[in-house]
T-cell receptor, first 113, second 114 residues
Framework: AAGVIQSPRHLIKEKRETATLKCYPI?????VYWYQQGPGQDPQFLIS???????DKGSIPDRFSAQQFSDYHSELNMSSLELGDSALYFC????????????FGPGTRLTVL | GNSVTQMEGPVTLSEEAFLTINCTYT??????LFWYVQYPGEGLQLLLK?????DKGSNKGFEATYRKETTSFHLEKGSVQVSDSAVYFC?????????????FGKGTKLSVKP
C-alpha cells in the first residue's frame, strides 16, 4: 500500500540558511499535518492543511512557512535556521478531518550546524 | 488545555513478561485516543486507537480501553517480545472543524531483554 513520502530523508544545513522539506500524502488524502520532534522529545504539532487551505496552526515559528499545492503535496519552508531547529520533521496525512487516523511518513532529519 | 501524561521510562522487561504503560489525559469533550509506536530510527506507526468511551483498541497483542471515568487509556500486552522494544506514545485528538492535530505524551521507552 502507498505510504506518505517525505524528502529529503536527511538534510544538513548551516545556521542562517534555508531549508525546504517536502511531503507527498497517501493518494486521496486531502489533509496534511506537520510535526517537529526534537531529540528525545514527543512530536509537536506545527501546522495542518485541508484542501489546500491552512486548517490549524500550532507551535510553528514565524521563520517557518508551509503550503499545500493543487496535487495535495505540501512543503515546509524554514528560513534563518537555528541550531535549535535540528529535529526530526514528520508529515502525516489523513483522508478527512473527521474521525480518521493520521498516517505518518518516515520523517526528515534536519541537522543545523 | 488538552494534555497527555504517560509513565516515564525507560521500562525494561524480560521476554514474555506482562506490560502495562499508563496513560491519562486531560481534555474537554470527547477526544479520540491513540497509541503510536516508534522503532529506532523510524517514523511513527499507529498501534491502536479508540474513538469513544469503553471502546477497546487492540493490535498485535496490545490492548487499551478508553476509560472516561478515570480519563485513562493504559496500554497492555500479556507477553512481550524482544521485537516490541521501541518508544510508545499515547496521544489524543479532536476531529472536526479546524482541529485535528495529535497531542502526544512524552513517550515511554520499552526495552525487552531475551
Amino acid at each position: 500500500a502507498a505510504g506518505v513520502i517525505q524528502s529529503p530523508r536527511h538534510l544538513i544545513k548551516e545556521k542562517r540558511e534555508t531549508a525546504t522539506l517536502k511531503c507527498y500524502p497517501i493518494p486521496r488524502h486531502d489533509t496534511v499535518y506537520w510535526y517537529q520532534q526534537g531529540p528525545g522529545q514527543d512530536p509537536q504539532f506545527l501546522i495542518s492543511f485541508y484542501e489546500k487551505m491552512q486548517s490549524d496552526k500550532g507551535s510553528i515559528p514565524d521563520r517557518f512557512s508551509a503550503q499545500q499545492f493543487s496535487d495535495y503535496h505540501s512543503e515546509l519552508n524554514m528560513s534563518s535556521l537555528e541550531l535549535g531547529d535540528s529535529a526530526l520533521y514528520f508529515c502525516a496525512s489523513s483522508p478527512a478531518v473527521v474521525y480518521n487516523e493520521q498516517f505518518f511518513g518516515p520523517g526528515t532529519r534536519l541537522t543545523v550546524l | 488545555g488538552n494534555s497527555v501524561t504517560q509513565m516515564e521510562g525507560p521500562v525494561t522487561l524480560s521476554e514474555e513478561a506482562f506490560l502495562t504503560i499508563n496513560c491519562t489525559y486531560t481534555a474537554t469533550g470527547y477526544p479520540s485516543l491513540f497509541w503510536y509506536v516508534q522503532y529506532p530510527g523510524e517514523g511513527l506507526q499507529l498501534l491502536l486507537k479508540a474513538t469513544k468511551a469503553d471502546d477497546k483498541g487492540s493490535n498485535k497483542g496490545f490492548e487499551a480501553t478508553y476509560r472516561k471515568e478515570t480519563t485513562s487509556f493504559h496500554l497492555e500486552k500479556g507477553s512481550v517480545q524482544v521485537s516490541d522494544s521501541a518508544v510508545y506514545f499515547c496521544a489524543l485528538c479532536y476531529y472536526g472543524g479546524s482541529q485535528g492535530n495529535l497531542i502526544f505524551g512524552k513517550g515511554t521507552k520499552l526495552s525487552v531483554k531475551p
